[in-house]
């Protein structure tokens, strides 16, 4: 069955008046009773950005690629119940045994970044791109990406890429051919190539609404095509954040994830993925004081696990990621409770056909 099927047949479902009804200790309490009664067929992969109602249950937190990884290792567990965002879960499915099923507590949980490229628009963006440039381009794609858009770059001699490696994955890209496609976010893109090597002026950017690439200049200088896509949290870093910083914590180091703007990233004294970000302030020495540019609940949870440190958020008036946070308690209570009760709902399933081809992407990176 498609993506697209499976969640047109699934879009209704919607979660049971009891469980917004119930209070926080009774739902606690029926989900540490179904992890009990699951043992090892049950495994709960969390992702960092999760609310603490639902981290306290966690096998395991990481980032996505990780987390899907960690469950594909995992033989013993029948019922993946991925507390993060759809392609996450798609993921999880692509490298998990056919007997192992992925869960999404609320289906609604998507992600603004990875549905900012959609398959329709980068076809027909890759026809356009070739008659441009002929054979020249290797597309590259974050893992914060659609199973569709992972299987299309497969298909296409590309591969995927990490916050934490995009900077080898673009290197490797230009040893294929001379120009690369990023997808979906332009930040990722253009901070990484800016970092090894590319002029500013040798990117130029696809825009999926106008059907067009932007660029000033000769379009023969274009090494890297940035697709006009971003994180919705991450953009909401400015300038202006950071210059109120310096001037308010003049001793204050500023560390932000590479999905922001180059100019906050250009200004800022650190930038990595999200484990770069948790283990720099876990390793920071005692007393120093931190300004942090990512989603506002691993934020929060840095403060609370550093209080020998001075944290703060980039951005005061952040919120936390709003898409990843439609996991909640009564979600994952509702979903547990379906699969023990024989009537799951809620699985990904990516089709077969995607799920090989985004494994070529995949491996591409991981047999790096």
């Known amino acids: 069955m498609s993506i697209v099927n499976f969640l047109e047949q699934n879009k ?3 979660i049971s008046e009891q469980y917004l009804k119930m ?11 179904i992890k009990q ?3 090892k067929e049950l495994f709960l992969p969390v992702h960092h950005y999760q609310k603490d109602e639902v981290v306290q249950f966690a096998d395991i937190m990481g980032d996505s690629l990780q987390l899907a990884q ?4 995992n033989k013993d567990a029948k019922y993946i119940v991925f507390c993060g965002v759809h392609f996450m879960a798609e993921t999880a499915d692509i490298l998990t045994d056919d007997n192992q099923k992925v869960f999404l507590p609320d289906m609604r949980a ?4 990875a549905d900012m490229a959609d398959i329709f628009q980068t076809e027909r963006a890759w026809k356009k791109l070739q008659s441009l440039f002929g054979d020249t381009i290797v597309p590259l794609t974050y893992v914060n990406s659609t199973a569709a858009i992972k299987a299309f770059v497969g298909k296409n001699g590309g591969a995927t890429v990490t916050s934490s490696n995009a900077h080898s994955m673009i290197k490797w890209a230009f040893e294929q051919k001379e120009r690369i496609l ?3 976010d332009q930040h990722l893109g253009r901070n990484t190539a800016y970092d090894i090597g590319i002029p500013l002026q040798h990117m130029g950017v696809w825009d999926p609404q106008k059907d067009e690439l932007v660029f000033k200049g000769n379009i023969d200088d274009i090494k890297v095509i940035l697709w006009k896509g971003h994180c919705s949290v991450h953009e909401k870093f400015t300038v202006q954040n950071i210059q109120y910083v310096r ?4 001793n204050m180091n500023i560390i932000v994830h590479p999905e922001c703007s180059r100019e906050v990233v250009q200004l800022s004294d650190y930038n990595g993925s999200t484990k770069y970000i948790i283990d720099m302030i876990s390793q920071a020495d005692s007393k120093s004081e931190w300004a942090i540019g990512t989603e506002m609940n691993l934020v929060n949870r840095l403060i609370n696990t550093n209080k020998d440190k001075h944290i703060i958020s980039l951005n005061p008036n952040m919120c936390p990621c709003l898409t990843m946070n439609r996991i909640d308690l009564p979600h994952l209570l509702w979903n547990l409770e379906s699969i023990v009760s024989g009537k799951p709902i809620n699985q990904i399933v990516v089709d077969e056909e995607t799920s090989s081809l985004a494994n070529l992407a995949l491996n591409r990176m991981l047999n790096r």
Request: glycine share 6%; proline share 6%.
């Open 110 to 113: 998507g992600c603004s970044m």
């Open 70 to 73: 960690v469950s594909a290792k």
């Open 182 to 184: 990023f997808l979906p």
């Open 247 to 250: 001037e308010h914590y003049p």
């Open 12 to 14: 209704n479902i919607m």
């Open 23 to 33: 209070d926080q200790q009774e739902m606690e309490t029926r989900v540490w009773e």
């Open 37 to 39: 009664q699951l043992g």
